[in-house]
């Protein structure tokens, strides 16, 4: 289903995945287990926070499938129009930080708060967050493509984070659940 999204096109929010009835209910079960298997597991975060409007199905989906795991996890949107988190408080919780696809492609002026500038360089405001008093320990993405050096295997890999309110720099984990080039060449193995 994930290939067929994205068959043909360049970029896609994969909102024709993430709201089908099939996809969404396995989707969160398979962000929550690629975060497992690069030593994320659910009692070690406390909520998942949608980077873009593209990542809110994927968070309802992780929210869900960790309730039928018996874990509790709560989820966010970080709103950009007036910065603010919209759910659960945050405050002093461990957080993973969610999009539906990151790459080169993706942010290109999808908001005033997030921006991939060059190679794997996110301008991404976390103050919304820092605010809360939250600590961002990885962004996971069901798609990743090129990020570094045209890389696109590796995972986890880095993303360099810049706030561009104070340029302040930083990097965290990436965990790609799948990748572009593996998606387009039908090697997927989910």
Known sequence: MLENSIAGKPFSELSSLTFDHRAAAIVGHIMLDALEDQGYCVDDFDAVGALTAAAVPLVDAMIHAAASRGQDLDGFVM???????????????RVILVDSW???KSYVQTSSLVTLRKGNELGLDFSVVEHEGARILALVSLVSGALAGGETSGFPATVDI????????????LVGVFTEAELRSGQSHA
């Open 102 to 104: 990151l790459s080169q």
């Open 162 to 173: 810049v706030n561009p309110a104070t340029d302040e720099r930083s990097s965290l984990p």
């Open 79 to 93: 709103d950009f129009v007036y910065p603010s988190i919209k759910g659960p408080s945050i405050t002093g919780k």
